[in-house]
Structure formats: structure tokens, C-alpha cells
């Protein structure tokens, strides 16, 4: 299995920024893609952005495309989503995910392995 753990939650004003990392762990040489979801109250997980295990390659919903970067760390074993230009409307549980083989990274059913959460809070 791949354990994976989020972090780097809190809260932050509108237009300022926050990292969250995702470190995975256990059995991750079949890890294909590492990904972002998030949740607010009220509405379905949603997708933010996806990378390949491998690096370099990346996916961005259109909500937060320009604001978001996301990327592996050296190690190959951490990911990480930073965020810039927060946006109330970005408040939401933010969950890690990993997926193997090729997925469409914005059906939530395509994902095999989640984290527990981490909450983002902007405020106005």
C-alpha cells in the first residue's frame, strides 16, 4: 500500500500564500501520478492539480491554474502544492492523493491511495 500524509494546513488572507506537502510512503514504485484534491463544506471533492511520479509533467483545474504550482522535491518522495493568490473561495479540506497507471486525474474513482486532509482557511 502507499501512506500518505498532508501538511502544511492553516489559515491565510486573501491574497497571501501557503505550501502543503504530501509525503508518501510503503510501496510507492508502482505510484504512477501524485495528486490535489479539495473539499469545501457543501459541495463534492473537486480536483486542483496532479504531477507524474516522475516529475515534470503536470495537470491544473482551470480554477486554479496560475496560482498553483505544484511539484516533487528532490527525494522523490514528497509532493507539494503551492499555493499563491488564495482566494476565499479556496477554503476547503485539501487531500493528497496517488494513483497508478494513466488516469484522467479529474475522476476522484481514479485515484487509489488518499491522505487524511489538511484544512485550508482564507479569509477576507
Known amino acids: 500500500q502507499v501512506q500518505l500524509v498532508e501538511s502544511g494546513g492553516g489559515l491565510v488572507q486573501a491574497g497571501g500564500s501557503l505550501t502543503l506537502s504530501c509525503a508518501a510512503s510503503?510501496?510507492?514504485?508502482?505510484?504512477?501520478?501524485m495528486g490535489w484534491f479539495r473539499q469545501a463544506p457543501g459541495k463534492e471533492r473537486e480536483f486542483v492539480a496532479a504531477?507524474?511520479?516522475?516529475?515534470?509533467?503536470?495537470n491544473y483545474a482551470d480554477s486554479v491554474k496560475g496560482r498553483f504550482a505544484i511539484s516533487n522535491d528532490n527525494a522523490k518522495n514528497t509532493v507539494a502544492l503551492q499555493m499563491n493568490s488564495l482566494k476565499p473561495e479556496d477554503t476547503a479540506v485539501y487531500y493528497c492523493?496517488?494513483?497508478?497507471?494513466?488516469?484522467?486525474?479529474?475522476?476522484?474513482?481514479?485515484?487509489?491511495?488518499w491522505g487524511q486532509g489538511t484544512q485550508v482557511t482564507v479569509s477576507s
Open positions: 492523493a496517488a494513483a497508478r497507471g494513466v488516469v484522467n486525474p479529474i475522476l476522484v474513482s481514479n485515484w487509489a491511495y
Open positions: 510503503g510501496r510507492t514504485g508502482s505510484t504512477y501520478a
Open positions: 504531477i507524474r511520479w516522475s516529475g515534470g509533467i503536470t
